[in-house]
Protein backbone atom coordinates (compact mmCIF):
# COMPACT_ATOMS: atom_id res chain seq x y z
CA UNK A 1 0.00 0.00 0.00
CA UNK A 2 3.01 2.13 0.83
CA UNK A 3 3.17 2.61 -3.53
CA UNK A 4 -0.51 4.16 -3.80
CA UNK A 5 -1.31 7.66 -4.20
CA UNK A 6 -2.82 9.60 -1.25
CA UNK A 7 -6.61 9.55 -3.21
CA UNK A 8 -5.89 5.39 -4.23
CA UNK A 9 -5.18 4.80 0.12
CA UNK A 10 -8.29 6.81 0.16
CA UNK A 11 -10.39 4.73 -1.70
CA UNK A 12 -8.43 1.19 -0.05
CA UNK A 13 -9.70 2.53 3.41
CA UNK A 14 -13.18 3.48 2.03
CA UNK A 15 -13.58 0.37 0.36
CA UNK A 16 -12.32 -1.45 3.38
CA UNK A 17 -15.04 0.60 5.65
CA UNK A 18 -17.17 -0.30 3.54
CA UNK A 19 -17.08 -4.30 3.53
CA UNK A 20 -16.14 -4.11 6.86
CA UNK A 21 -13.26 -6.14 6.35
CA UNK A 22 -11.44 -6.46 10.43
CA UNK A 23 -14.90 -7.30 11.30
CA UNK A 24 -15.54 -9.90 8.33
CA UNK A 25 -11.87 -11.66 9.23
CA UNK A 26 -12.60 -11.61 13.20
CA UNK A 27 -15.87 -13.58 12.69
CA UNK A 28 -14.29 -16.20 10.34
CA UNK A 29 -11.01 -16.62 12.40
CA UNK A 30 -9.10 -14.80 9.99
CA UNK A 31 -9.36 -17.01 6.84
CA UNK A 32 -9.22 -15.18 4.32
CA UNK A 33 -10.59 -18.22 1.97
CA UNK A 34 -13.40 -18.44 4.24
CA UNK A 35 -14.01 -14.58 4.63
CA UNK A 36 -14.46 -14.27 1.03
CA UNK A 37 -16.81 -16.96 0.29
CA UNK A 38 -19.08 -15.69 3.28
CA UNK A 39 -18.66 -12.25 2.01
CA UNK A 40 -19.84 -12.99 -1.27
CA UNK A 41 -22.72 -15.59 -0.49
CA UNK A 42 -23.93 -13.30 2.71
CA UNK A 43 -23.50 -9.64 1.34
CA UNK A 44 -26.42 -8.03 4.18
CA UNK A 45 -24.14 -9.37 6.76
CA UNK A 46 -21.51 -7.51 5.77
CA UNK A 47 -22.86 -4.16 4.06
CA UNK A 48 -23.46 -0.98 6.48
CA UNK A 49 -27.19 -0.27 6.88
CA UNK A 50 -26.45 3.17 5.49
CA UNK A 51 -25.05 1.33 1.89
CA UNK A 52 -27.62 -0.89 1.84
CA UNK A 53 -30.36 0.99 0.02
CA UNK A 54 -28.04 2.59 -2.74
CA UNK A 55 -27.25 -1.96 -3.31
CA UNK A 56 -28.93 -2.78 -6.71
CA UNK A 57 -28.52 -6.60 -5.99
CA UNK A 58 -29.77 -6.85 -9.91
CA UNK A 59 -26.61 -5.29 -10.65
CA UNK A 60 -24.51 -7.40 -8.79
CA UNK A 61 -26.23 -10.60 -10.35
CA UNK A 62 -25.82 -9.23 -14.00
CA UNK A 63 -22.10 -8.47 -12.86
CA UNK A 64 -21.89 -11.66 -11.04
CA UNK A 65 -23.37 -13.73 -14.38
CA UNK A 66 -21.05 -12.09 -17.01
CA UNK A 67 -17.96 -13.39 -15.32
CA UNK A 68 -19.12 -16.89 -13.44
CA UNK A 69 -17.26 -20.17 -15.12
CA UNK A 70 -19.22 -21.46 -17.21
CA UNK A 71 -18.36 -25.01 -16.17
CA UNK A 72 -19.31 -24.28 -12.74
CA UNK A 73 -21.53 -21.44 -11.97
CA UNK A 74 -20.97 -20.87 -8.44
CA UNK A 75 -17.49 -19.84 -9.14
CA UNK A 76 -15.63 -16.77 -10.94
CA UNK A 77 -12.05 -18.32 -12.05
CA UNK A 78 -9.20 -16.25 -11.33
CA UNK A 79 -9.21 -14.27 -15.12
CA UNK A 80 -12.70 -13.63 -14.33
CA UNK A 81 -13.89 -15.72 -17.68
Known sequence: ???LKSSQKDKVRQFMIFIQ????LSQNDWKFDVVTD???QNPELYIQESVKGSLDRKKLEQLYNRYKDPQHENKIGIDGI
Not at 21 to 24: D, F, T
Open 1 to 3: MNK
Open 38 to 40: NFF
Open 21 to 24: SISC
